[in-house]
Structures are given as C-alpha cells and as structure tokens.
C-alpha cells in the first residue's frame, strides 16, 4: 500500500513539474509575440508619419487570444488531474496510514497567516490561471484598437 502511495504522490509531483513547463512554453510565446508586434507592426509607414500595420496587428491580436485560451484551458485541464490525484492521495492517506501529510498541509494553509486582508489562501492556480486572462485582455484591447482606430 505505501509503494502504491509513493507512486501517486510521484505522479502528483510530475503533473505539478508538467505544468510549470507548460507555463514556461506559453509565457515564452506570448513574450515572443509582443516583441515581433514591437518590431513589425509598428515600425511601417514612412519615416515622418509611422503607421502600425493593422492587418499584422489584427492577426497578432488574434493569435494572442487563441495562445492565451489554449493556455488557460491546459491550466485548467492540469488542476482538474491534480485534484483527482490529490483525492485518492487524500484517501489513502485516510485508509491506510497513520499521518495524513497532504491533508494536514492543505488544513494549515487554510489557516491563512495574513486573512486580515484575503479570506483565503491564494492557491497558485488561481494565480497562475490570471496571467493567461490578463494577456488575452490585453490582446482583446488592441484588436477593438485596431477596429476603432
């Protein structure tokens, strides 16, 4: 039974290490697509009168929203297989031993140290989740940009 623990917690950690990779990979993307806008959409047009292209600003914006819900889906999809794993952890903690590390862990954390100013635990996957949002607003405002302008 403890062998059986050992591999669930092992295969939590590999899960947890997946998508930290993954928030690499895509955060790398969405900072090489806002360099290429820097360097390519916005230095045309003549040397007195410079005018973003709004055809490559259109497809950037586009291709930021599409990377940032990819991103925000895969996040989701990995919090999801956390759980379900952490839920049998949980479970053979309770069945078959003595200490419950995960689940005293996560009732410790409940027990917010600075709950004068936040209700809970920040989990980091409610954090890390934000930064995809936050570049699909950002995109979304520069295609009404380019639409309005």
């Not at 709004?54 to 599409?66: C, K, N, S």
């Not at 999801?80 to 049998?88: G, Y």
Request: hydrophobic share 50%; proline share 3%; aromatic share 14%.
């Amino acid at each position: 039974m403890f062998e059986q623990y050992k591999l669930a917690v092992e295969m939590a950690d590999r899960v947890s290490a997946r998508r930290a990779t993954a928030n690499t990979f895509f955060f790398s993307i969405q900072a090489g697509l806002a360099v290429a806008l820097g360097a390519f959409a916005v230095n045309t047009g003549t040397k007195d009168d410079p005018t973003p292209d709004r055809f490559v600003l259109t497809l950037a914006a586009i291709a930021g929203v599409l990377i940032a819900c990819s991103w925000w889906m895969l996040l989701r999809s990995y919090r999801d297989l956390n759980s379900a794993k952490f839920a049998v952890i949980n479970q053979l903690e309770a069945g078959h031993l003595q200490i419950h590390l995960f689940k005293d862990e996560w009732e410790h954390l409940k027990q917010d140290p600075v709950s004068s100013w936040r209700k809970r635990y920040a989990e980091l996957g409610q954090i890390e989740r934000l930064v995809p949002l936050l570049f699909a607003v950002l995109y979304a405002m520069l295609a009404i940009y380019v639409i309005w302008w």
